[in-house]
């Protein structure tokens, strides 16, 4: 059995690589699993979720975040752009390599940010759906994923996405952002305007305790088996689930992966199953 570079990539990296290593190095790591025909297509698609998730950050009023998104709408519909993710992402549609429908998807997805807030549970996991979970299904159809494959990669996306809005919840509160529902921070006598200020540290931990359950129930239950040209797609649900089984997911360090991290991903490519 032969094992995958999958600790020292090339060394040249594409400028779409190279923009994924540098932020969204979870995405990064596991693409280096997939075969290495298809491994440039997923850079491309990740390095377009990056862009699809900047949208919001970079700007100062949400109806600039809406112009950013219909933006890269319209290069998935065909229009011409010159932009170092924008240029490979048109020729991998192209080539059939990526579905508009697929990219159109994750760019609706993205419009929830843009509101002031998630008002509840079910939106909170419908946008978790819509971003996390098209965007590793699409990376699973990148890779050849049948129909049933697709669905639980949904599925396992959506709650990688969720294990990334709780890891990443101290840097967004610091930026004004926090996208939690709030009918759990409600529920827990907590306003968004309260953590973007810090306060209520002990009931932040209990709402977030409690969204973390969700998303190890999410996880929990048989692995799904993958074929070996499918599971890279899979892989960032490895991270999650061991994110989630910390006890405070938001409390982790930012940074790149430690071994025992790297060393999961390893291993459940290995056994061909997430």
Do not use: C
């Amino acid at each position: 059995m032969s094992r995958p570079a999958t600790l020292s990539p090339p060394a040249a990296l594409s400028p779409v690589a190279a923009l994924v290593r540098r932020h969204d190095p979870d995405r990064f790591l596991t693409a280096l699993f997939a075969p290495a025909a298809r491994r440039e297509v997923l850079f491309t698609l990740y390095a377009f979720n990056h862009e699809l998730a900047r949208a919001r950050e970079v700007v100062s009023e949400p109806m600039l975040a809406l112009i950013r998104l219909q933006w890269w709408r319209e290069v998935v519909q065909g229009a011409a752009r010159r932009h170092e993710v924008a240029t490979p992402l048109a020729a991998a549609i192209a080539q059939g390599l990526l579905l508009p429908a697929d990219l159109l998807a994750m760019i609706d997805g993205r419009e929830a940010e843009a509101e002031p807030a998630i008002p509840d549970r079910a939106a909170w996991h419908a946008y978790l759906a819509a971003t996390g979970g098209a965007a590793m299904a699409a990376a699973g159809r990148a890779l050849g994923a049948d129909a049933a494959m697709l669905a639980r990669l949904r599925h396992l996306g959506a709650a990688h996405a969720l294990a990334g809005q709780l890891r990443n919840l101290p840097a967004l509160a610091r930026a004004g952002r926090v996208l939690l529902p709030q009918d759990v921070l409600g529920a827990h006598g907590l306003t968004v305007h309260d953590i973007t200020a810090g306060r209520g540290a002990e009931k932040l931990r209990a709402a977030l305790g409690e969204l973390a359950a969700e998303g190890r129930a999410a996880l929990a239950g048989r692995r799904t088996a993958l074929p070996r040209a499918v599971i890279a797609a899979a892989l960032p649900a490895v991270l999650a689930r061991r994110d989630l089984a910390r006890a405070t997911p938001a409390a982790q360090p930012p940074g790149g992966r430690l071994l025992g991290d790297r060393l999961a991903v390893l291993a459940a490519w290995l056994r061909g199953r997430v």
